[in-house]
């Protein structure tokens, strides 16, 4: 981070880091997964299927380009 990159944060206020953030902070190594295009089922559904994958991925790429 520059000086002048410091100067626009300064007084913001930040929401706490995720887990990707904080990982890519510490400059550890970090796995994502591309999901495909998921055609219903709704958002629930989805993270309904992914949960097997939670302790294996640290962020999922949902892509809109079939």
């Known amino acids: 981070m520059t ?20 990982k ?4 550890e190594f ?3 997964a591309e999901l495909p295009v998921i055609d219903g089922g709704g958002v629930r559904e ?3 299927k992914l949960e097997p994958m939670r ?8 892509t809109d380009n079939p």
């Open 3 to 22: 000086g002048r990159d410091r100067e626009l944060l300064a007084g913001r206020t930040a929401a706490p880091m995720s887990n990707l953030e904080r």
């Open 55 to 62: 302790p294996f991925v640290d962020a999922f790429n949902a």
């Open 30 to 32: 970090v796995v994502t």
């Open 46 to 48: 989805m993270l309904r």
């Open 24 to 27: 890519l902070a510490a400059r």
